[in-house]
């Protein structure tokens, strides 16, 4: 038995909370709070003490580490001396950054916010970011960046949000959705303010998902491709569109060489087709009457994204779309996995309205907008559950006959015949000949008499009801009583 104090407290309730606070500080004291930073708990803050590089010894125990407003020009391999493995955040803004040294980040494999803003780098490679598989956020605006080289983000597997804005990139950085096991995840991208004067339409075009693409304040030339997205875009309601315009400087009229019909709008079934596997079919683009040599006319397929300025006459047989220089779509020996929705993007120098679409659903055979596989899938599984459904149905029916009838108690001129589990309530004969059966034409009841209960000839020794209370009350009370008729047994409830 444990020693008491005065009272029988036992001493350890009063010694544990004295020794644990020592025992803790003990265990950190491996890990000191570096100088001249603040620590609370697993956050650590550096910032604005004119540190030049970071502190060498950061705690084990950090999860996010902040070193912003310092002077700290180059971040070496080595900044830090072990790995921090709970560290998730890293806050390097407003420094003078330049240079990031290979496997800089080596040593913190578990980062998923980075943000290196407001430094001094001019140029991004794929070594400054070796180790960072985890990163899901990158801030990189308001540097220098004039260059991107190629597999620079290929190691940011996980990478979600990407700041570029404020920067002197003359070339969109289309690298960072062709990328092989690059960020597939990545669902915003900033490139505003900086030196972007063409685009790559086509790619963003087939980028239809991934539609947090912000180009405002770059010096963007409308050109008629150009223009064909931006008004694409502004029709799907894009939020960077809808939130800061098309972003177009110094716009021009174009002309783009198209001619709109706007009576086609007035057609109910223009923008739905209908044709048999292995046919062809030929599709106008929506609102579009005619085409000029030279115009570009863009298709969006459920598979890729096509222009009419890839039309050659001599592989039509050979490919199996094809946009003719009058913005019609060919489609040759259709399959059903060809189904789905067709968006036409041309430049028609305007806003489409409300009523007006650039869509068209195409349907190969019976299929409708899913893939056969889906559809098939679909199919069985109806299929199964209604089977099921009928052969539960069935299976109930003839359960509820055999039960009925397999041994029924039958009423006789001699009274009644009973059965083994079901009494088959009939109407008194005094009735049928006064006129008085009962009209609800109920006549089932499940009991369970007892076998013992009939002679030899059947008679009923005891009867459970008598034939004048079954006659009027009825098993199942579904109607009221005969008139004239009362209850023979007052035990029974009503």
Same mark, same amino acid.
């Not at 190629?150 to 990328?179: A, D, M």
């Not at 120098?349 to 907008?369: D, F, K, P, Q, Y």
């Not at 059965?419 to 009991?447: H, M, T, W, Y």
């Given at each position: 038995?444990?020693?008491?104090?005065?009272?029988?407290?036992?001493?350890?309730?009063?010694?544990?909370?004295?020794?644990?606070?020592?025992?803790?500080?003990?265990?950190?004291?491996?890990?000191?709070?570096?100088?001249?930073?603040?620590?609370?708990?697993?956050?650590?803050?550096?910032?604005?003490?004119?540190?030049?590089?970071?502190?060498?010894?950061?705690?084990?125990?950090?999860?996010?580490?902040?070193?912003?407003?310092? !002077?700290?020009? !180059?971040?070496?391999?080595?900044?830090?001396?072990?790995?921090?493995?709970?560290?998730?955040?890293?806050?390097?803004?407003?420094?003078?950054?330049?240079?990031?040294?290979?496997?800089?980040?080596?040593?913190?494999? @578990?980062l998923t916010h980075l943000d290196i803003s407001s430094n001094q780098l001019a140029?991004?490679?794929?070594?400054?970011f070796t180790g960072l598989k985890e990163l899901q956020e990158l801030l990189l605006?308001?540097? +220098?960046?004039?260059?991107?080289?190629?597999?620079?983000?290929?190691?940011?597997?996980?990478?979600?949000?990407? &700041?570029?804005?404020?920067?002197?990139?003359?070339?969109?950085?289309?690298?960072?959705?062709?990328? +092989?096991?690059?960020?597939?995840?990545?669902?915003?991208? =900033?490139?505003?303010?900086?030196?972007?004067?063409?685009?790559? $339409? /086509?790619?963003?075009?087939?980028?239809?998902?991934?539609?947090?693409? @912000?180009? /405002?304040?770059?010096?963007?030339?409308?050109?008629?491709?150009?223009?064909?997205?931006?008004?694409?875009?502004?029709?799907?309601? @894009? *939020?960077?569109? $809808?939130?800061?315009?098309?972003?177009?400087?110094?716009?021009?009229?174009? %002309?783009?060489?198209? /001619?709109?019909?706007?009576?086609?709008? =007035?057609?109910?079934?223009?923008?739905?087709?209908? $044709?048999?596997?292995?046919? %062809?079919?030929?599709?106008?683009?929506?609102?579009?009457?005619?085409?000029?040599?030279?115009?570009?006319? @863009?298709?969006?397929?459920?598979?890729?994204?096509?222009?009419?300025?890839?039309?050659?006459?001599?592989?039509?047989?050979?490919? *199996?779309?094809?946009?003719?220089?009058?913005?019609?779509? %060919?489609? &040759?020996?259709?399959?059903?996995?060809?189904?789905?929705?067709?968006?036409?993007?041309?430049?028609?120098?305007?806003?489409?309205?409300?009523?007006?679409?650039? %869509?068209?659903?195409?349907?190969?055979?019976?299929?409708?907008?899913?893939?056969?596989? =889906?559809?098939?899938? #679909?199919?069985?599984?109806?299929?199964?559950?209604?089977?099921?459904?009928?052969?539960?149905?069935?299976?109930? !029916?003839?359960?509820?006959?055999?039960?009925? &009838?397999?041994?029924?108690?039958?009423?006789?001129?001699?009274?009644?015949?009973?059965?083994?589990?079901?009494?088959? $309530?009939?109407?008194?004969?005094?009735?049928?000949?006064?006129?008085?059966?009962?009209?609800?034409?109920?006549?089932?009841?499940?009991?369970e008499p007892q076998l013992e209960g009939c002679d030899r000839n059947g008679a009923?020794?005891?009867?459970?009801?008598?034939?004048?209370?079954?006659?009027?009350?009825?098993?199942?009370?579904?109607?009221? #009583?005969?008139?004239? +008729?009362?209850?023979?047994?007052?035990?029974?409830?009503?």
């Amino acid at each position: 038995m444990p020693p008491t104090l005065s009272g029988g407290t036992p001493w350890t309730s009063h010694i544990l909370p004295l020794i644990l606070p020592l025992f803790l500080g003990a265990l950190h004291s491996a890990d000191p709070c570096p100088s001249p930073c603040l620590c609370a708990s697993d956050i650590i803050s550096c910032s604005n003490q004119n540190l030049s590089s970071p502190p060498l010894k950061i705690p084990g125990y950090s999860s996010r580490l902040d070193l912003s407003h310092n !002077i700290i020009e !180059i971040l070496s391999s080595s900044w830090t001396s072990q790995t921090l493995h709970r560290l998730t955040t890293l806050t390097l803004n407003w420094n003078f950054i330049s240079e990031i040294q290979e496997n800089a980040f080596a040593l913190t494999p @578990y980062l998923t916010h980075l943000d290196i803003s407001s430094n001094q780098l001019a140029v991004l490679n794929a070594t400054m970011f070796t180790g960072l598989k985890e990163l899901q956020e990158l801030l990189l605006f308001g540097n +220098q960046i004039s260059h991107i080289e190629k597999n620079t983000f290929q190691i940011l597997v996980h990478l979600q949000r990407l &700041y570029l804005s404020g920067n002197l990139l003359t070339k969109f950085p289309v690298e960072l959705y062709e990328e +092989q096991n690059g960020p597939t995840n990545l669902t915003f991208l =900033d490139l505003s303010a900086n030196r972007l004067s063409q685009l790559p $339409v /086509q790619k963003l075009l087939s980028l239809h998902d991934k539609s947090g693409i @912000y180009l /405002q304040d770059n010096p963007l030339v409308c050109d008629c491709p150009v223009q064909a997205l931006m008004e694409y875009w502004t029709w799907k309601q @894009y *939020r960077p569109i $809808v939130d800061f315009g098309s972003g177009c400087k110094g716009r021009q009229d174009f %002309e783009c060489g198209l /001619q709109e019909n706007p009576t086609i709008q =007035d057609e109910e079934d223009v923008y739905e087709y209908h $044709v048999d596997p292995g046919r %062809e079919l030929s599709v106008p683009c929506p609102g579009i009457s005619t085409a000029k040599e030279g115009a570009l006319v @863009y298709w969006l397929t459920p598979h890729t994204v096509l222009n009419s300025s890839e039309y050659n006459s001599s592989k039509g047989p050979t490919q *199996r779309f094809m946009v003719f220089p009058n913005g019609t779509l %060919e489609i &040759y020996s259709a399959q059903v996995e060809d189904s789905g929705t067709y968006s036409c993007v041309a430049s028609r120098g305007r806003h489409l309205g409300s009523g007006e679409s650039l %869509e068209i659903t195409i349907m190969v055979g019976n299929s409708s907008l899913t893939t056969s596989e =889906d559809k098939n899938g #679909r199919s069985s599984e109806h299929f199964n559950t209604a089977f099921t459904t009928l052969a539960s149905c069935v299976v109930s !029916i003839i359960l509820v006959l055999l039960y009925l &009838y397999l041994t029924p108690c039958r009423c006789g001129r001699n009274g009644w015949r009973c059965g083994g589990r079901a009494i088959v $309530v009939c109407s008194d004969p005094r009735e049928v000949e006064a006129g008085q059966r009962r009209a609800n034409g109920k006549r089932v009841a499940f009991l369970e008499p007892q076998l013992e209960g009939c002679d030899r000839n059947g008679a009923p020794k005891s009867p459970v009801l008598t034939p004048g209370y079954a006659g009027t009350e009825g098993i199942l009370k579904n109607g009221s #009583r005969t008139v004239g +008729q009362t209850s023979t047994d007052s035990t029974h409830p009503e």
